[in-house]
T-cell receptor, first 113, second 111 residues
Framework: GAGVSQSPSNKVTEKGKDVELRCDPI?????LYWYRQSLGQGLEFLIY????????KSGLPSDRFSAERTGGSVSTLTIQRTQQEDSAVYLC???????????FGAGTRLSVL | QKEVEQNSGPLSVPEGAIASLNCTYS??????FFWYRQYSGKSPELIMS????GDKEDGRFTAQLNKASQYVSLLIRDSQPSDSATYLC???????????FGKGTTLSVSS
């Protein structure tokens, strides 16, 4: 596809369950980012992948959050033992390289009941 | 602490007026500056990018950057109701790192 693709678009889960969110970046983009947008909050950075380098995990809020990027393309964000405060829109973005313009996917709206 | 500050608004302007959106950032060595527009329930879309001091114009939009004052602004000329959205200022503080966003300014253009 032409843009960043994220799935699912909506996810409802029960507190304590694990969830996986998927991001398929724009073809050829080496950089991939995950952000979170909570109600009333700004966009907050979670994790950044650049090529084959070790990811920048400095934005992950707790060790319940992890992400991987396989083959330099698709990325999965995993949240273990979800809590109600994890409810947010999770946005993925990709860019051609580090520091280039980032293009966002439509996001996954996560609701933890 | 890397911070980006914006007035939350709402900023209300009549159709056809100029809307002025402002943003300040905390780190003098910041390199790259972006304005994104976000409609309610949608993801951010890029409006403008600016990297050097001065003005950059694209259609009805002008971005202005003053690195000495750590200030970046977005002017929207001939504002239209379809411009009503939240405008997010974002900064890359250091090469190879993620965007740091302000909380956004809500713009309302009345017809």
């Amino acid at each position: 596809g032409a843009g960043v693709s994220q799935s699912p678009s909506n996810k409802v889960t029960e507190k304590g369950k694990d969830v996986e969110l998927r991001c398929d970046p724009i073809s050829g983009h080496t950089a991939l980012y995950w952000y979170r947008q909570s109600l009333g909050q700004g966009l907050e950075f979670l994790i950044y992948f650049q090529g084959n380098s070790a990811p920048d995990k400095s934005g992950l809020p707790s060790d319940r959050f992890s992400a991987e990027r396989t083959g330099g393309s698709v990325s999965t964000l995993t949240i273990q033992r979800t809590q109600q405060e994890d409810s947010a829109v999770y946005l993925c973005a990709s860019s051609l390289g580090a520091g280039d313009i980032q293009y966002f996917g439509a996001g996954t709206r996560l609701s933890v009941l | 602490q890397k911070e980006v500050e914006q007035n939350s608004g709402p900023l209300s302007v009549p159709e056809g007026a100029i809307a002025s959106l402002n943003c300040t950032y905390s780190d003098r060595v910041s390199q790259s500056f972006f304005w994104y527009r976000q409609y309610s329930g949608k993801s951010p879309e890029l409006i403008m990018s600016i990297y050097s001091n001065g003005d950059k114009e694209d259609g009805r939009f002008t971005a202005q950057l003053n690195k000495a004052s750590q200030y970046v602004s977005l002017l929207i000329r001939d504002s239209q109701p379809s411009d009503s959205a939240t405008y997010l200022c974002a900064v890359i503080f250091q090469a190879g790192t993620a965007l740091i966003f302000g909380k956004g300014t809500t713009l309302s253009v009345s017809s």
